[in-house]
């Protein structure tokens, strides 16, 4: 079984649709490569608004654990309910957690590929 793998990063939006446009030509051309997922920033700001340490870890205890419920999660954290509820909101906002067909929440990726540009 493959690792879930998503790339976060800061990039300017003509670049994400360069990088769409040229995968759309090379499926139509049949060469049909595996699927990468990419989730990019305005600025490094707001990604490290959304990466905080703490959602950091809550993702990885998601993975450790498997689906929970925000209260069972509060409690392997140790941490206050609504702060918990505020960072998964936030992280489901981003498509970085997701919940299943118990609603149950889930951390789908098991590797996030970060990357940010010093020059550009």
Do not use: C
């Not at 699927?35 to 490094?44: G, S």
């Not at 700001?45 to 703490?54: G, H, R, Y």
């Not at 654990?65 to 505020?86: E, F, T």
């Amino acid at each position: 079984m493959s690792k879930q793998h998503i790339h976060i990063g800061v990039e300017d939006a003509n670049r994400g649709f360069k990088r769409f446009a040229e995968t759309w030509r090379k499926a139509e051309a049949g060469n049909v490569e595996q699927p990468e997922i990419h989730l990019n920033f305005e600025d490094f700001a707001m990604l490290a608004s959304i990466l905080t340490p703490k959602r950091l870890e809550l993702m990885k205890i998601l993975r450790q654990h498997g689906p929970l419920s925000v209260r069972a999660l509060s409690k392997q954290l140790k941490r206050d309910y609504k702060n918990v509820h505020v960072d998964v909101s936030a992280l489901e906002k981003a498509d970085l957690v997701q919940r299943n067909e118990e609603g149950l929440l889930i951390a789908p990726w098991d590797v996030i590929d970060a990357h940010v540009r010093l020059v550009a």
